[in-house]
């Protein structure tokens, strides 16, 4: 087991679930439905797509010109220390602090992960806790405005690659297929944009950095009960963790609202027990030590 901690100073943080913190950011007040369907219109998605790519001629061939998407994806992979060594990793647990920027709101979150199933807490000031995970395929989720109900479509495939240990690495686990639809400058940065889209046609936008190919950003509308809300998520502070890089900073931004994360603790290849994935069912009732069952007394022998 590898286990990590980073000083005050130096805030860090791994990869819990973007849904489960992008649930938070709407329940704690992130945009209205009104905002949330206005802001629709401008959700981060594949510049290709403004530019009617498909009806330009000149469009096509500079898309067949892009480095293949499976090239650039195999280039980060190595990039972040190689598929063995991140195939290495079959757990891990954090502990992540998290910041709702200009709300004074803020709150941690505790993340398990192990081959594929997740468990996420989520703890808001002013919110309550949320809680968020899978086992064997089946995704659950638990807050205080929605209460306990079972995560299918495209909020269930989000819960599952939004936990992975490496979307480079575990993508063809997530989705059909892969992209790339434009070498651009984001931010200042040169990257490559790569679109993933899965079995339901939901799309994910992945950006890798040209001159590192480490991941940049990612952008997607998050579905949730309470309406699609787009957002763009940036990846910073990369560090060793187990011959690994691992992106121990994430800013999400929400259109409206932006939060941070990062990371207090973090440890991989540790034991995980069954019971953390498993959806929240009737609670045992345990009888107080004074009512509990006693032996019947045997009866005494009869004399004579």
Same mark, same amino acid.
């Given at each position: 087991?590898?286990?990590?901690?980073?000083?005050?100073?130096?805030?860090?943080?791994?990869?819990?679930?973007?849904?489960?913190?992008?649930?938070?950011?709407?329940?704690?007040?992130?945009?209205?439905?009104?905002?949330?369907?206005?802001?629709?219109?401008?959700?981060?998605?594949? !510049?290709?797509?403004?530019?009617?790519?498909?009806?330009?001629?000149?469009?096509?061939?500079?898309?067949?010109?892009? $480095?293949?998407?499976?090239?650039?994806?195999?280039?980060?992979?190595?990039?972040?220390?190689?598929?063995?060594?991140?195939?290495?990793?079959?757990?891990?647990?954090?502990?992540?602090?998290?910041?709702?920027?200009?709300?004074?709101?803020?709150?941690?979150?505790?993340?398990?992960?192990?081959?594929?199933?997740?468990?996420?807490?989520?703890?808001? *000031?002013?919110?309550?806790?949320?809680?968020?995970?899978?086992?064997?395929?089946?995704?659950?989720?638990?807050?205080?405005?929605?209460?306990?109900?079972?995560?299918?479509?495209?909020?269930?495939?989000?819960?599952?690659?939004?936990?992975?240990?490496? *979307? $480079?690495?575990?993508?063809?686990?997530?989705?059909?297929?892969?992209?790339?639809?434009?070498?651009?400058?984001?931010?200042?940065?040169?990257?490559?944009?790569?679109?993933?889209?899965?079995?339901?046609?939901?799309?994910?936008?992945?950006?890798?950095?040209?001159?590192?190919?480490? !991941?940049?950003?990612?952008?997607?509308?998050?579905?949730?009960? *309470?309406?699609?809300?787009?957002?763009?998520?940036?990846?910073?502070?990369?560090?060793?963790?187990?011959?690994?890089?691992?992106?121990?900073?994430?800013?999400?931004?929400?259109?409206?609202?932006?939060?941070?994360?990062?990371?207090?603790?973090?440890?991989?290849?540790?034991?995980?027990?069954?019971?953390?994935?498993?959806?929240?069912? $009737?609670?045992?009732?345990?009888?107080?030590?004074?009512?509990?069952?006693?032996?019947? !007394?045997?009866?005494?022998?009869?004399?004579?």
């Amino acid at each position: 087991m590898v286990s990590i901690s980073s000083p005050p100073s130096k805030p860090n943080r791994t990869r819990p679930s973007l849904v489960a913190w992008t649930l938070a950011v709407a329940l704690a007040g992130g945009c209205t439905e009104s905002e949330r369907t206005e802001a629709q219109g401008d959700a981060p998605t594949s !510049p290709s797509e403004h530019k009617g790519r498909d009806a330009d001629p000149e469009a096509k061939d500079a898309a067949a010109a892009l $480095p293949a998407a499976k090239e650039l994806l195999a280039e980060s992979v190595e990039a972040l220390g190689g598929a063995d060594k991140l195939k290495a990793i079959r757990s891990y647990h954090t502990v992540s602090k998290i910041e709702i920027e200009g709300q004074g709101i803020s709150g941690t979150a505790d993340t398990w992960w192990r081959d594929g199933d997740f468990f996420v807490e989520t703890d808001i *000031l002013g919110v309550g806790k949320i809680r968020q995970g899978s086992q064997g395929g089946k995704i659950w989720s638990d807050d205080p405005i929605n209460g306990p109900r079972t995560i299918t479509g495209v909020e269930a495939e989000q819960s599952a690659w939004s936990t992975s240990r490496s *979307l $480079p690495l575990d993508w063809e686990q997530y989705f059909k297929s892969a992209e790339t639809t434009e070498i651009t400058d984001f931010n200042g940065t040169q990257v490559a944009v790569i679109k993933f889209t899965s079995e339901s046609g939901d799309e994910v936008i992945l950006r890798l950095d040209m001159a590192t190919k480490m !991941p940049h950003s990612q952008s997607f509308k998050q579905a949730n009960p *309470l309406g699609a809300m787009p957002v763009t998520v940036s990846f910073a502070d990369f560090r060793d963790v187990a011959g690994t890089k691992v992106a121990f900073k994430q800013v999400i931004d929400a259109t409206l609202t932006k939060m941070t994360s990062v990371n207090e603790s973090l440890e991989v290849n540790v034991e995980v027990q069954d019971e953390l994935f498993a959806p929240p069912g $009737p609670k045992a009732i345990k009888l107080p030590e004074e009512a509990a069952e006693q032996p019947t !007394p045997a009866e005494p022998e009869a004399k004579g």
